[in-house]
């Protein structure tokens, strides 16, 4: 079946970028979104962006100015980019599958701390 | 963006209780609601899309309603492993935002 697993650095300096790829296995990237949402600490869920495919993207307003998805087919991997972080970008980091009736979160991978922190 | 509110925070409730979860949004999302249950540690887990369509594997004790603004999440038959914290998300706007939680733990 298919599985979804995020990778990167787990600590993070503040004022750099966090860099994290989800890589899609057991099935195929191509002809779906795909979505990154964080979970701070002890807190809610916060929906980051989504990415078709193609390439066409949409960002959460809140985080647009600091925020890159891309998607690499050839290689079954979808990545997120955060610049200037700060303490504030501390989270678990989720990568998602986009059902597209409803535009729901169907499959998710286990998700990796993020830490922003000198 | 559209504002999603859920009551109550937390909840206590006992093996076999039926428990009703309400979720609320600040402006009219049609059905564009989905719910997902979060175990501690674990990624959250689709329950509900469209507000009260089953997804696939959910055991059917679970069911959702509503329209517009108010949705309710019902677990008919309280089991050991509902005891998580439920969230509901808004689809009808392509800005996706969710609701704070409700954390089932037992009494």
């Known amino acids: 079946q298919v599985q979804l697993q995020e990778s990167g650095p787990g600590l993070v300096k503040p004022s750099e970028t966090l860099s994290l790829t989800c890589t899609v296995s057991g099935g195929s990237i191509s002809s779906f979104f795909w979505t990154w949402i964080r979970q701070p600490p002890g807190k809610g869920l916060e929906w980051i962006g989504y990415?078709?495919?193609?390439?066409?993207?949409n960002y959460n307003p809140s985080l647009k100015s600091r925020v890159t998805i891309s998607v690499d087919t050839s290689k079954s991997q979808f990545s997120l980019k955060l610049n200037s972080v700060t303490a504030a970008d501390t989270a678990v980091y989720y990568c998602a599958r986009v059902k597209l009736i409803y535009w729901s979160f169907d499959l998710w991978g286990r998700g990796t701390l993020v830490t922003v922190s000198s | 963006d559209i504002q999603m509110t859920q009551s109550p925070a937390s909840l206590s409730a006992s093996i076999g209780d039926r428990v009703t979860i309400t979720c609320r949004a600040s402006q009219t999302i049609s059905n564009y609601l989905n719910w997902y249950q979060q175990q501690p540690g674990k990624a959250p887990k689709l329950l509900i899309y469209g507000a009260s369509s089953l997804q696939n594997g959910v055991p059917s004790r679970f069911s959702g309603s509503g329209s517009g603004t108010d949705f309710t999440l019902t677990i008919a038959s309280l089991q050991p492993e509902d005891f998580a914290t439920y969230y509901c998300q808004q689809s009808y706007s392509t800005i996706f935002t969710f609701g704070p939680g409700t954390k089932v733990d037992i009494k």
């Open positions: 990415i078709y495919d193609s390439g066409s993207t």
